[in-house]
């Protein structure tokens, strides 16, 4: 089955700078991949999300690349901001098949 | 629209006692439906993944069990809860469109505290 990994697993990050991660997955069959975000106590919502047949997906501060190659996908937050600050899982699935997240990325934006 | 029912938000149980938690989606059909659970500051164990009434995968072997009686309907149970079992329940569904999967909505989760 699919196997997602996540990293780093803890980022800290001046508010303002650019906050990158990045994510690995198994399967080449894969086809979707979701970024989520889950705030303190609350429950993970999709902020961004990238299908293979893209490279790249854009949405305002927000960008997801895609390289197929080499099975990774990266998530990269510019200009970040205290709101920023959550927990961030990437997933990965084939076709209609189950979601399979990584292991999540602890998102700290310093003032 | 679709919506996504979870409950109850909290519940303390003893040990040994028995669990149930309930998921019902609103506003669409055949959706793909996830029991996910969460340790403090760890992140999403899938325990049960359906494509359709009474289709269940068991992803990792444990004390809890899961069904679908109806097509919108997901329920987490166990006969006898242990100490290891505390964490944030979390329902999702997803939908497929030329059968690919879309976005997962998760439910509001469950906090369960196993005393």
């Known amino acids: 089955g699919e196997n997602v990994e996540q990293h780093p697993s803890t980022l800290s990050v001046q508010e303002g700078d650019s906050a990158v991660i990045k994510c690995t997955y198994s399967?080449?069959?894969?086809?979707?991949f979701p970024w989520y975000k889950q705030e303190l106590g609350k429950r993970p919502q999709l902020i961004i999300d990238i299908r293979s047949n893209v490279g790249e997906k854009k949405d305002q501060r927000i960008a997801v690349t895609l390289n197929k190659t080499a099975k990774h996908f990266s998530l990269h937050i510019t200009e970040t901001q205290p709101e920023d600050s959550a927990v961030y899982f990437c997933a990965a699935c084939f076709g209609n098949e189950k979601l399979t997240f990584g292991t999540g990325t602890r998102l700290t934006i310093i003032p | 629209s679709q919506t996504i029912h979870q409950w109850p938000a909290t519940l303390v149980q003893p040990v040994g006692s028995p669990l149930s938690l309930e998921c019902t989606v609103e506003g669409t059909s055949n959706p793909n439906l996830y029991w996910y659970r969460q340790a403090a500051g760890r992140g999403l164990q899938l325990l049960f993944y359906?494509?359709?009434?009474?289709?269940i995968s068991s992803e990792v072997p444990q004390n809890l069990s899961a069904s679908r009686p109806q097509d919108r309907q997901f329920i987490l149970s166990s006969k006898k809860l242990l100490l290891s079992d505390s964490g944030f329940y979390l329902c999702a569904w997803s939908g497929q469109t030329d059968r690919m999967n879309t976005e997962a909505f998760f439910g509001q989760g469950t906090r369960l505290t196993v005393v």
């Open positions: 359906s494509v359709g009434i009474g289709q």
């Open positions: 399967d080449s069959a894969s086809n979707y």
